[in-house]
């Protein structure tokens, strides 16, 4: 397969890939000589590449095997510089630490970028079978990009309402963190120890920033410093009920097979680091937060960065994997908000309600049958139905796909300390060792924000057969490097997601009009993303013009959509992935129905769409071509 070098590379970059291996790993000084030597070896060896009977190149099986260990070997030099990567691999040694920081360890890791792109540039591709080969150009795109991407590695907010530092340690203790025997719990206490040190490196580079002068907008200050102080509330810190993390850490220790007197005693050890490490620790960044909150301001796009519109534009061709111009997306994402309320104008005469569009949303975020009560009842009652539509789509799952993942998935509701900044809902992978299923997060902080007609699609975004299908099958997959195994480009993923939500449809589902309504309702915001992201970051809107943009052209209630352009406004670019990867995955889709005709097998389709994991939307067509051209040479 011949593939194009046109985009920028992956928007998940080579630190945040991560692999499982229990095993303890040669350090990073131990690597580099192999790495080299791996590079040297594949030049002197000779041999042209051979193809099998389909044409389909096999290669030097030398050369194959040297570079799949020179994959192995980058990914894992990265693997080792990162703790909390470790963590989520299952691996345990550095378990009590957590990343560094500091901006000469991020120097460091730009060099070994530039060593490995240049190690990886000397391997002849027409030595390499078609898999190798393509293993090859996306690792070769994802540093690139990471290497392109170095001069804007100050132009990130480290600490938002979305993801940030000082409440991602907390979410990795609790959900990650696993005790299982008294080292375990000990590794625990040794990380609460360490957050002095580690928030210190986070005041330096928020400090680093400022100085450049990239602060996050002032409406983010009271969500980052409440999320802090709520994870330093409760015993014991005060009278109240244990805080987040020592109810988390208690509650684990408590399942292990020792004595209570060394319960006991790692609990005292554990409240001990609490008081002495944690809470100085939060209280010093709160601090220091209230002071930065002083300097920020309301401009809220990324134009207002030095050289802002060109850090747009980066942002964007990372996202998208394309070089669409932020006036083409915010033009198509015009377009397709224009269609879908065409279509959500069908469902108003179905249910025969008289009136405008903007009277339907109205109805719609407003009548009480849409929404389920502000109550614990109410909650668990919407856990328990999305679980029944993952267990109903599982059933059909035969219909759709060749490939299924292992891994279970579990519906969960977001943790307290995090549900008023963290979004409507999100998914988190499987451990690789199955040891932690995947898990479908639903906010339901207001269950005013979660409308029931929406449950449906949201439950197949974020479920099956959306992100815990294609992230678990990635993950599963075998004969391929870990890098691409724990990779990732957000067009391919996120448009993946929302593909996720028509297929269903396709089958019979959203038998409900309302429920359908709900369906367009959310492909309606992935359109509007297109629009209000290009406008804040590119056009100069204000955070209140793009409010009232999204809140005229789409049902959701006030408060998501001041949720959703404040997140769009401290993640430029991110959001337009999801419906510029949708678009791509169903032109590619008709493209090969066409093409097929009743040789077209929408099973054979998706495999081909999820069985090489994660790729840019460029690659993919190719993919899709290949395949549609193979099927076609068997008439």
């Avoid at 041999?47 to 009977?53: L, N, R």
């Avoid at 100085?280 to 937060?289: D, F, M, Q, S, V």
């Avoid at 009548?367 to 909650?379: N, R, S, V």
Wanted: charged letters at 30%; a negative charge; aromatic letters at 10%.
């Amino acid at each position: 397969m011949k593939l194009k070098i046109t985009l920028l590379a992956a928007a998940i970059s080579t630190l945040a890939m991560t692999g499982c291996d229990r095993e303890q790993k040669p350090t990073e000084s131990q690597q580099t000589p192999a790495t080299t030597e791996s590079a040297q070896n594949q030049e002197a060896q000779a041999g042209a590449s051979a193809q099998d009977d389909n044409g389909a190149s096999t290669g030097n099986a030398e050369v194959i095997a040297s570079t799949n260990a020179l994959f192995e070997e980058q990914f894992q030099a990265h693997v080792q510089r990162s703790p909390e990567f470790k963590t989520f691999l299952g691996i345990k040694d550095d378990y009590g630490k957590w990343d560094n920081l500091s901006p000469s360890f991020q120097e460091e890791t730009h060099e070994i970028n530039k060593r490995q792109l240049e190690a990886l540039k000397k391997i002849d591709p027409k030595q390499l079978d078609d898999a190798t080969r393509l293993s090859l150009e996306l690792a070769i795109r994802n540093l690139e990009q990471d290497i392109e991407g170095w001069k804007w590695r100050l132009h990130t907010y480290p600490v938002n309402q979305m993801y940030a530092t000082h409440t991602g340690v907390a979410s990795l203790l609790i959900n990650q963190h696993r005790i299982q025997d008294t080292s375990d719990a000990e590794a625990y206490i040794s990380r609460l120890q360490g957050l002095p040190a580690h928030f210190d490196q986070l005041i330096e580079n928020l400090k680093e920033r400022a100085d450049k002068g990239v602060i996050v907008p002032k409406f983010v200050f009271p969500y980052v410093i409440s999320d802090g102080e709520n994870l330093i509330t409760g015993a014991p810190y005060d009278d109240g009920k244990d805080s987040t993390l020592f109810a988390d850490f208690k509650g684990k220790v408590e399942k292990l097979e020792i004595s209570e007197e060394e319960k006991s005693a790692l609990v005292e050890q554990a409240k001990t680091a609490m008081l002495e490490s944690v809470k100085p620790a939060y209280e010093k960044l709160i601090g220091y937060l209230g002071e930065l909150e002083k300097k920020s301001t309301t401009d809220d796009g990324a134009w207002k960065l030095p050289n802002g519109d060109e850090f747009y534009q980066h942002r964007l061709n990372v996202y998208t994997t394309t070089d669409m111009t932020a006036e083409e997306i915010h033009q198509k994402g015009l377009e397709e908000v224009e269609r879908i309320h065409g279509e959500m104008r069908e469902i108003m005469e179905k249910v025969e309600f008289d009136g405008s569009l903007q009277e339907f949303f109205e109805f719609m975020r407003t009548d009480k049958q849409f929404y389920y009560p502000e109550t614990e009842e109410g909650k668990q009652r919407y856990l328990k139905e999305a679980t029944a539509m993952i267990d109903t789509m599982k059933g059909r799952l035969d219909e759709l796909f060749i490939t299924k993942p292992k891994a279970d998935l579990v519906v969960k509701a977001v943790e307290p300390f995090r549900e008023k900044s963290a979004g409507k809902a999100f998914y988190q992978r499987p451990a690789p060792d199955g040891s932690r299923p995947g898990i479908y997060y639903a906010n339901l902080y207001k269950m005013s924000s979660m409308p029931i007609y929406q449950m449906e699609a949201l439950a197949y975004h974020e479920g099956i057969p959306g992100h815990h299908m294609q992230l678990s099958i990635m993950q599963e997959l075998e004969n391929v490097p870990s890098f691409r195994k724990f990779g990732g480009y957000t067009a391919y993923t996120e448009g993946w997601g929302l593909y996720s939500e028509l297929v269903p449809k396709e089958i019979g589902f959203y038998q409900d009009p309302y429920s359908d309504f709900g369906r367009l309702a959310m492909e309606l915001w992935r359109a509007g993303r297109l629009v209000v992201d290009t406008g804040l970051h590119s056009k100069k809107w204000t955070r209140e013009q793009a409010i009232d943009w999204l809140a005229e052209n789409t049902p959701n209630p006030q408060g998501d959509v001041v949720k959703a352009i404040e997140r769009y406004i401290v993640m430029p670019g991110q959001a337009t992935a999801y419906k510029i990867g949708m678009m791509k995955i169903v032109e590619l889709r008709e493209n090969a129905k066409k093409e097929l005709g009743d040789k077209f097998d929408i099973r054979e389709f998706h495999d081909v769409v999820l069985a090489n994991g994660a790729v840019p939307l460029d690659v993919l067509e190719e993919l899709v071509d290949e395949w549609v051209s193979g099927k076609k040479s068997t008439d």
